[in-house]
């Protein structure tokens, strides 16, 4: 399916021209005159895609825009395009997680050159979302005590630390330790420690 490229700009022609290049690069485009148009139409970010935003479009802003879909989680990437580019307002969309920003006119190199750079990372970033989605799922799975010796052992406590807080046996421990590394498929404590810090469970102001 080939990847759809959101266009946002109130000038017609300017539009009517990228709409025109970009299907002859093989996307396909939607064209919205406004940003609230693009609001109404709520694109679906699980398709790949991305927005080619103006930053001077009447009603809602660019950057208002940005705000707006980063506040509601989509995961599309934004190419800012402007006539009028100012380092503050370049800083502050790129800070708000923008892929680029560029300053009409611009050549179909350059376009399609940051688009594929925008689809590149939004891959990626989907691949590592599934990954994230299948570790939460193992951890539903564990019993409510599996997830405490879970909680302390990526805390590097060793097991003698464990049956003691939780006023069990080491023999115990063991066992349930056993359970979480099979539940949650890994074979090593390096493994265990890298799944809870990337679903945010590990403080890093912790020892």
Known sequence: MPSLIHVVDDDESFRTAIERRLKLAGY???TYASAQELL?????DEQ????LLDVRIPGLSGPELQSRLVASGSMLPIVFLTG???TPTTVRAIKAGAEDFLTKPISSEQLIDAIERALAHQRTASVQRGKLDIFRTHL????QRERQVFDLIVRGRINKQIAHELGTT?????AHRHQVMGKMQVHSLAELVSIAERL????T???
């Open 205 to 207: 102001n912790e020892p």
């Open 48 to 51: 790949v895609g991305c927005i």
């Open 170 to 174: 080491e023999r115990t421990v063991k």
């Open 28 to 30: 396909d485009v939607a």
């Open 200 to 203: 945010g469970m590990l403080d």
């Open 84 to 86: 009028h580019a100012d």
């Open 40 to 44: 109404d139409s709520a694109p679906n």
């Open 140 to 143: 539903a799975t564990l019993t």
